[in-house]
């Protein structure tokens, strides 16, 4: 009987230490806000429009993402599995802005590659999301 209980324990502990091991992944994204770099094909990647700021905000704890798309807040879900991240659906603000110039479109065009996220990384303080048809969005930690 006590072999048994033994057993039971290890494998209690052993399950305990994998879930944590795989969430101490996610913790990377959470706790900072990440302020977008670049954005576009890897081979042609566009700086974000001087004068306007997009971040991303993970709260790993309600697995909500929430940030500013350059004009407009934006906000809703995402999910974590290792290496691999699926966002939204997102919500966000209608209001129009003028200034700069192309504000709208760099804000429309970040919300949806935001959606087809397909995995991330964070290494030397940046955020690197890799989405459908090679796109990526690299953020700085703020």
């Not at 004009?71 to 691999?84: A, P």
């Not at 990384?121 to 953020?139: H, K």
Request: glycine fraction near 10%; proline fraction near 3%; charge should be negative.
């Amino acid at each position: 009987m006590q072999s048994k209980a033994r057993l039971l324990v290890t494998v209690i502990v052993l399950a305990t230490m994998t879930l944590s091991a795989c969430r101490a992944r996610e913790p990377a994204l959470g706790g900072k806000t990440w302020v977008l770099q670049s954005h576009g094909e890897p081979d042609d990647l566009q700086d974000v429009l001087e004068g306007t700021e997009i971040t991303a905000t993970f709260n790993t704890a309600k697995g909500e993402i929430s940030g500013s798309a350059g004009c407009n807040s934006y906000f809703g879900s995402y999910q974590v599995n290792g290496s691999k991240l699926a966002i939204g659906p997102l919500a966000h603000t209608e209001m129009f802005c003028a200034a700069p110039e192309g504000v709208m479109e760099q804000e429309q065009q970040y919300l949806t590659v935001l959606t087809t996220a397909q995995s991330y990384e964070v290494r030397d303080g940046q955020l690197r999301v890799f989405c459908s048809g090679s796109q990526r969005l690299i953020f700085s930690a703020r």
